[in-house]
């Protein structure tokens, strides 16, 4: 069911980064969609049990990084292990954004979000944020397409 879903509805390949005090951390998710316009509201599901959640709801700030075609493997990096028990940052420069939450130098574009609310759906929250500040780091390079075969093997 989940690789028809995945074959069905295009999603692009993003890292969610998060602060609360000297904690910083961040996690691949392919389930981010713009919701509104005016206010601009970006939403993104992530499950209770992701450490980046952890950082998301005690500081009510998250970052969308956005990730290019040939930036798979970073997105394995933060797709396939925990920030409770690695420093995903220790080989990844960042700046802070104005809220605190890392910017991965290398993502082509970033927006910071402030939570407004949160949704518990299955085994998800949805958890949508009014976009605070952003940019466009690099413009020439071609968004990655989450594909099922990219990241958990098979076709
Ligand atoms: C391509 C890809 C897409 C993913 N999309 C999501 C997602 O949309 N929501 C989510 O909660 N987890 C998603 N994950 C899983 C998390 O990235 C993964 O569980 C991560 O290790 C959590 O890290 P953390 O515990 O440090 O927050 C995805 C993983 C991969 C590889």
Redo the contacts with the bound molecule.
């Keep these: 069911m989940q690789e028809l879903i995945s074959r069905t509805v295009s999603c692009g390949?993003y890292i969610i980064t998060a602060r609360h005090g000297d904690k910083i951390?961040g996690?691949?998710?392919?389930?981010?969609t713009q919701v509104s316009f005016k206010p601009a509201l970006v939403g993104?599901?992530?499950?209770r049990q992701?450490?980046?959640?952890e950082l998301i709801e005690a500081s009510r700030v998250f970052c969308i990084n956005a990730v290019s075609r040939e930036q798979v493997q970073l997105?394995?990096e933060?797709?396939?292990?925990?920030?409770?028990r690695v420093d995903?940052f220790a080989n990844v420069e960042y700046m802070n954004a104005p809220k605190g939450s890392p910017i991965i130098k290398a993502a082509y574009a970033y927006l910071e979000c402030e939570v407004v609310q949160t949704v518990e759906m299955g085994d998800?929250l949805f958890v949508a944020g009014r976009v605070e500040t952003g940019a466009v780091l690099n413009g020439q390079v071609e968004p990655l397409i989450?594909r099922w075969g990219d990241?958990f093997g098979g076709k």
């Design positions: 390949v951390n996690m691949t998710a392919a389930w981010v993104v599901a992530v499950s992701r450490y980046t959640y997105a394995k933060f797709g396939f292990k925990t920030g409770r995903k998800h989450f990241f």
